[in-house]
């Protein structure tokens, strides 16, 4: 009788804590379902994620964090009454099961309460410690009718929660579900994406201010999925960072963009220079300039007329191995760009630091010229005369109008990029518009 006890809470309750684990709570729940579909009541299934909980373990070893958990175990069962439950779902999560709920309102008095036990620091051998949460909420019906459903969607509004500063409460709603879906989608058919040929690529002349004439492109990746249709790059590009897919992705437009390079130079008798946009994922490769060396030999394409295009945020992030990664890429002879400029967190020192050879002006700062902002005016100014002082090239995205334009020139910037003179093309419209030139 003593074993199948100690058998029964080895199997049904968290050996730390002794809260329920998660086999336990999945069976009170799939009980308090089938209860309360004869009521019509509802379920509140509340999901905690405590937000940098790591730290604990790192600074003061896990037997502190352990003891945290403890704590935090004791904290969130005060916050509830006899008949809800709540549970050690693994690691630094916790699950609580709300039920015999009338209406909305009466969760929300616990998950108020359950938020308000993170404004108090934990003690841990004298040392005090701040932790707060990440909290998702799912309601039955509404949220789903099955426990794995419900689990699930509380999950879902937890990640949400993370994604969007951490420390807070979140509510499941129908669009939170649909864009999670909508994401696993895409992100499946990413996948398969390359194999398939549906990514594409667009190319965006860039002008000489000066003279108006074509100097170089922007490469632009474009992705057309059957399912989808055409996919914007703003959805679609975070997705291949997230999952890695951006490496095996970011080399084909690499590659892709220099055979093309090759063509548009043997129908044109100027000089041309080609753009590639490069992300942070990909600079994190320790072999990212190897792979760029390689692709660059077999193609046969001069790396003095190429061009990395890294984002402003790329560029002042601060791991090490960015800035090593760039020099590699800028022994090859391939010049830097930093896209986006004056958006993020623009440091001055990073431009003395960073091999950085031009700079984009963000577009917003170019659209505010037609609005007449002052504001935007004198920070388009200032950019220019400090990229100047420091011998950095200036090109200006987003230019739309005749006014932007001549603003832009009259104030130095050496190269145009917009609808005013090219929307982005594909490679036959730019041959076609080469050979006319």
Same mark, same amino acid.
């Not at 909508?182 to 201010?209: C, G, V, W």
């Not at 942070?280 to 060396?293: G, R, S, T, V, Y």
């Not at 700062?365 to 200032?382: R, T």
């Given at each position: ?10 199997? =049904? ?13 999945? =069976? ?10 004869? /009521? ?16 604990? /373990? +790192? ?10 958990? $403890? ?21 630094? *999560? ?24 993170? $404004? ?8 005090? =410690? ?18 794995? %459903? ?7 509004? %937890? =990640? ?14 129908? +669009?939170?579900? /649909? ?8 992100? #499946? ?7 398939? /040929? ?6 965006? !002349? ?19 999925? #059957? *399912? ?9 590009? !975070? ?25 548009? @130079? ?14 942070? @994922? ?12 390689? &692709? ?6 001069? !790396?003095?007329?190429?061009?990395? *295009?890294? %984002? ?51 577009? +917003? ?9 002052? $504001? ?20 200006? @995205?987003?230019?739309? %109008? ?27 419209? &730019? *041959? ?6």
């Amino acid at each position: 009788e003593e074993s199948e006890k100690k058998l029964y809470r080895m199997a =049904y309750y968290d050996a730390l804590t002794g809260l329920p684990n998660k086999e336990m709570l999945t =069976y009170s729940l799939n009980c308090a379902i089938e209860a309360t579909k004869r /009521n019509a009541g509802l379920i509140g299934v509340i999901y905690i994620d405590l937000d940098n909980f790591k730290s604990v /373990n +790192d600074t003061m070893g896990h037997s502190a964090g352990d003891t945290v958990l $403890k704590q935090m175990a004791s904290r969130l069962s005060s916050c509830l009454r006899g008949e809800d439950t709540v549970s050690r779902f693994g690691g630094d *999560e916790f699950l609580m099961m709300v039920g015999n709920i009338k209406n909305p309102d009466d969760l929300k008095i616990i998950t108020d309460r359950i938020m308000a036990v993170f $404004k108090h620091p934990f003690s841990v051998q004298d040392i005090e =410690y701040f932790i707060t949460a990440s909290v998702g909420v799912a309601v039955y019906p509404y949220d789903g009718e099955d426990s794995e %459903t419900l689990i699930k969607n509380a999950d879902i509004a %937890t =990640y949400s929660a993370k994604s969007n500063g951490k420390n807070m409460c979140v509510y499941c709603t129908t +669009d939170m579900k /649909n864009d999670i879906m909508q994401k696993l989608r895409l992100t #499946n058919s990413m996948y398969r994406a390359l194999d398939r /040929n549906e990514f594409f690529l667009n190319y965006q !002349p860039q002008i000489k201010a000066e003279t108006k004439e074509i100097i170089g492109f922007e490469a632009l990746l474009r992705w057309r999925n #059957n *399912e989808f249709g055409m996919i914007r790059p703003d959805v679609f590009i !975070p997705i291949a960072e997230q999952t890695g897919l951006i490496r095996s992705i970011g080399l084909w437009v690499f590659k892709t963009a220099c055979e093309q390079f090759k063509i548009f @130079e043997s129908i044109f008798s100027k000089e041309l220079c080609m753009s590639i946009n490069l992300s942070l @994922e990909q600079l994190k490769d320790n072999n990212i300039a190897d792979k760029i060396h390689r &692709i660059i030999s077999e193609v046969g394409v001069d !790396p003095n007329k190429l061009e990395i *295009e890294i %984002t402003e945020s790329t560029v002042f992030n601060e791991d090490p191995s960015v800035l090593q990664r760039l020099k590699d890429i800028k022994s090859l002879g391939l010049s830097i760009s930093i896209d986006d400029f004056g958006k993020g967190y623009s440091s001055m020192s990073r431009l003395k630091t960073f091999p950085i050879d031009s700079l984009k002006i963000d577009m +917003d700062f170019v659209h505010g010229i037609s609005s007449k902002s002052q $504001k935007d005016q004198a920070l388009i100014y200032s950019i220019i005369q400090l990229a100047k002082s420091l011998n950095i090239a200036v090109v200006a @995205e987003g230019v739309e %109008t005749e006014e932007q334009f001549i603003y832009l020139k009259e104030n130095g910037c050496d190269m145009i990029q917009g609808y005013y003179f090219y929307k982005p093309m594909a490679a036959s419209d &730019i *041959e076609s518009l080469l050979t006319r030139d």
